[in-house]
T-cell receptor, first 110, second 116 residues
Framework: AQRVTQPEKLLSVFKGAPVELKCNYSYSGSPELFWYVQYSRQRLQLLLRHISRESIKGFTADLNKGETSFHLKKPFAQEEDSAMYYCALSEGGATNKLIFGTGTLLAVQP | NAGVTQTPKFRILKIGQSMTLQCTQDMNHNYMYWYRQDPGMGLKLIYYSVGAGITDKGEVPNGYNVSRSTTEDFPLRLELAAPSQTSVYFC???????????????FGPGTRLTVL
């Protein structure tokens, strides 16, 4: 069965430290992977997607099919990065359905 | 554009009551979705719709019904509310270009429902 695992409920780092939010997936085909983010008192929104291979707000994520991972990284954390981060997987096709992980709360301390 | 709007923001129901959660989008998106999020869990898909008049079940459809009579509206109906339906409900929409690439989903602010 398709599954997305985010092993850390909470990740606390100091400002300026590197950040890595872990995401592993289980899917037999070729998945599309996404990171969605929810800042305090804001809506859930797309941060980045693996097919774009772009950096958003300094964050990057590389799809590693061998390790079935899609970890989110940023070299220097900022306080404004504090938020809830969700990794999501799509089977593609006609429905656009997403399977979400349980989320990781990133807390960046000053 | 308001994007995706949901009403109400909060609601407390008694066991056995019914209610409808409203969702409207003004982006002319063809796809719409309903998710629920239980504490400490990820979002789980309840129902989705790929266009007016077309709906289908997601992962956790039991206890819910939906309809999609217009492109803009996608209400979620709870019949005979149960404590297990206490959750935060999110509506989302996306515009599918039919290319097979998954499109960005745009979320509403959520409805916090408590069933006592």
């Amino acid at each position: 069965a398709q599954r997305v695992t985010q092993p850390e409920k909470l990740l606390s780092v100091f400002k300026g430290a590197p950040v890595e939010l872990k995401c592993n997936y289980s899917y037999s085909g070729s998945p599309e992977l996404f990171w969605y983010v929810q800042y305090s008192r804001q809506r859930l929104q797309l941060l980045l997607r693996h097919i774009s291979r772009e950096s958003i707000k300094g964050f990057t994520a590389d799809l590693n099919k061998g390790e079935t991972s899609f970890h989110l990284k940023k070299p220097f954390a900022q306080e404004e990065d504090s938020a809830m981060y969700y990794c999501a997987l799509s089977e593609g096709g006609a429905t656009n359905k997403l399977i979400f992980g349980t989320g990781t709360l990133l807390a960046v301390q000053p | 554009n308001a994007g995706v709007t949901q009403t109400p923001k909060f609601r407390i129901l008694k066991i056995g009551q019914s209610m409808t959660l409203q969702c409207t989008q003004d982006m002319n998106h063809n796809y719409m979705y309903w998710y629920r999020q239980d504490p400490g869990m990820g979002l789980k898909l309840i129902y989705y719709s790929v266009g007016a008049g077309i709906t289908d079940k997601g992962e956790v459809p039991n206890g819910y019904n939906v309809s999609r009579s217009t492109t803009e509206d996608f209400p979620l109906r709870l019949e005979l509310a149960a404590p297990s339906q206490t959750s935060v409900y999110f509506c989302a929409s996306s515009y599918s270009t039919g290319t097979g690439v998954t499109d960005t989903q745009y979320f509403g602010p959520g409805t916090r429902l408590t069933v006592l």
